[in-house]
């Protein structure tokens, strides 16, 4: 096994285990919140994402479900990575995050754009497992573009 591929397992129990932002939010007068369901149907992955927006910031960012390990451990990651940035910010890592899963394993990983996001690089050793991986991060860009719909990656 490669470093890379030790960090990604290592990094996947940890998150699993002790979820960051893991909780329901509570709403406030103070800013909006929106709330995106995820469901990927096919594997069982269920989570809700919730967005509490201060104009274009990320205020607070939570989500709250079940599902694998490697969906939990991304939405835990997921939520302290894009928690302070502007929509736009999360939007862009979003994309990052979106086309570094997506890419063949050949491709070598930016590190300096995704930082300790690189470690979900080994996702793409397991291409089934992308779908897992980016589930609370299409609820999280939903929640922010205001979209409707509940979000799958099937």
């Known amino acids: 096994m490669t470093m890379l ?14 979820p960051k ?7 406030s007068s103070d800013y909006p919140t929106y709330t995106k369901e995820g469901y990927n149907p096919l594997c069982g992955d269920h989570f809700y994402v919730h967005v509490m927006l201060n104009e274009s910031k990320i205020h607070d ?3 709250q479900g079940s599902g694998c390990a490697i969906s939990k451990a991304s939405g835990s990651i997921m939520t302290a990575a894009v928690k302070g940035k502007y929509v736009e910010e999360a939007e862009q890592l979003f994309h ?13 990983i930016d590190e300096t754009k995704l930082g300790k996001l690189v470690v ?4 793409r050793e397991f291409p089934m497992r992308v779908k897992c991986a980016t589930l609370c991060w299409h ?10 719909d509940t979000v799958t990656t099937e």
């Open 120 to 123: 979900f690089g080994g996702v």
């Open 61 to 63: 960012i939570a989500f």
């Open 21 to 27: 932002n893991f909780r329901t939010m509570e709403l």
């Open 5 to 18: 591929t030790d960090l990604y397992q290592e990094t996947i129990l940890e998150h699993n285990k002790s």
């Open 96 to 108: 990052e995050f979106h086309d570094m899963v997506m890419s063949d394993v050949s491709i070598p």
């Open 139 to 148: 609820a999280m860009k939903a929640a922010i573009n205001g979209e409707d």
